[in-house]
């Protein structure tokens, strides 16, 4: 890690003394998850892994979020992104699209942005995701709005830690100014895009962050597609 803080494994349990019940209602849906997680990715590891991971989850979630509702939901998304990326990691799964993750410290409006674009313009044909250092509570409402503007939702986003499985996935990794905080694994490619915090800046400044931000976005897409991908665009 050479010092720096810049990957967050596996969500861990909140501190010795912090409330961790977990209601009923909420309590059922994950253990109901749990089952079709591990029925999905039997093959990438056992039951006890999945039911950490989710309950992890939920647990670090309910901790950092503003908003409560929904968390069993948000924690079985993260979960199987989890999943899935220790999956691609091991080479257990198998995918021939190209894998781009965009890290800034909140994840709460600028790397969701980023890879929102690179879907769009890509028609799906690169795998995008995002990640923070350390994530938010919440996304910047003036986020939401830029993009509704362009017609693309940031509804269902949510802020979500930098994990090292996901890492690893990426096959190209894109730092939105925090490249000195991520660490460079071997094998991927990394750039830093120095795109500033969105916290102060009024709505005007960051739609011009947009625009920027899909200026940026189509030469990496046309960079990194394959020929096999261009041809069935």
Not at 126 to 145: K, N
Not at 147 to 176: F, N, T, W
Request: charged residues 25%.
């Amino acid at each position: 890690m050479n010092g720096k803080n810049t990957i967050q494994p596996t969500p861990s349990p909140p501190d010795p003394g912090t409330d961790t019940a977990i209601p009923a209602l909420d309590r059922h849906v994950l253990e109901r998850t749990a089952a079709h997680l591990h029925e999905r990715y039997a093959r990438v590891t056992d039951r006890p892994t999945v039911d950490r991971i989710l309950t992890e989850a939920y647990r670090e979630m309910a901790r950092r979020a503003t908003v409560k509702t929904h968390l069993s939901l948000l924690a079985g998304n993260f979960a199987d992104s989890q999943l899935r990326a220790l999956g691609l990691a091991q080479g257990i799964i198998e995918s021939p699209l190209p894998r781009v993750l965009f890290i800034d410290d909140a994840n709460a409006g600028r790397s969701q942005m980023a890879a929102s674009l690179l879907l769009k313009h890509s028609a799906g044909q690169i795998t995008a995701r995002s990640a923070g250092l350390t994530p938010a509570g919440h996304l910047y409402e003036d986020a939401v709005t830029v993009m509704a503007e362009i017609g693309i939702p940031l509804d269902h986003a949510y802020p979500k830690p930098l994990s090292l499985d996901v890492h690893r996935a990426a096959q190209h990794v894109v730092a939105l100014g925090c490249a000195g905080q991520v660490e460079r694994l071997p094998g991927q490619d990394y750039r830093d895009w120095d795109i500033p915090n969105f916290v102060g800046r009024p709505l005007r400044d960051i739609r011009a962050m947009r625009d920027d931000l899909e200026r940026r976005t189509l030469p990496l897409m046309r960079e990194i597609e394959t020929p096999a991908l261009r041809l069935s665009a």
